[in-house]
C-alpha cells in the first residue's frame, strides 16, 4: 500500500487547529474570569464621605491599601482589615470609623489581588508598612476576607499580632492552640456565612472567642454596598448595625 505523503501535514495541521482551539477557551475563560473579578459590589457614596468628611479621621490611600487614623489620642494598636470577595474596600470604611474614633485604633484596610483575598500573596507586614507607628497589630476580615484574615494570623515574625476579627467570616485554617484574642461578629439572617457554618468551624477558634450576634443581620450588613446574591434579608437599621460592630471592635481592641 502507498502511504499518502500528505497525512503527516494534514495530522499536524489537526492537531495546530485543536491547539490554537484549546488556547482560545484558555483566553476566553481568563478574559470572562478577569472580567467576573473586576466587577466589584460598589460602595455607598454618602457611607464614604461620611468618614472622608469626619474631623476625627484622617483618611490616606496607598497603592495597596487605604488607611484611617485618629486625628488626635491615637493609640499603638492597630488592625489590618481584609474585604470580602469583589467588594470595594471602602464599603467597609464607615463600619470601621467607629473604632478608630472612639479607641483611637489605626485602620488599614487592604485592596485584595484581582478583588479576591485568595489570590493575595502579600504577607501582613506589606500592609502595616502602611502605618509605621503602629506596635502590634489585629487582623481581621470579611467573608472571604476573613478567611484570609486566619492565614495571615497564623504567623508573621516580623509583625507583632495579637488579635483576629471575623465579620460574617470564620477560619479554614487551625488556630485552637493560640493565644490570639479572637472576635467573631455574625448575623442571624447571613445567607452566605450561615449560622451553621459558624457553628461547624468553631473548633478552629480558640475556647474564649468572644461571639457576638446580629439578631437579624445578614452577610452585607458589615458593609456599605448595597444588597449581596444569595444572602438573608437584614431587619437591622444601618446604624445599629455600625453601633453593635464599634461596640465589639472597642471591646477587643479599646
Known sequence: MTQDPTA???TGR???RAALAALLVVVLIAVVFLAWAHTVMAGDR???LEVWTDDAIEVTETSDSFVLRPTAGGSDHGLVFIPGARVQPFAYARNLAGVVEDAGVTVVVTKPTLNLAFFDTRSLAAFAAAAPEVDSWTVGGHSLGGVRACQLAAGDDSVEVTGLVLLGSYCANDLS??????LSVSGTNDGLTTPEDVESNAGLLPQDTEYVVLDGGNHADFGDYGAQPGDGESTLPRDAVRAEITAALVGLLG
Open 8 to 10: 503527516p501535514r494534514r
Open 14 to 16: 489537526r492537531i495546530g
Open 46 to 48: 454618602d457611607a464614604a
Open 177 to 182: 492552640a493560640s493565644a490570639l484574642s479572637v
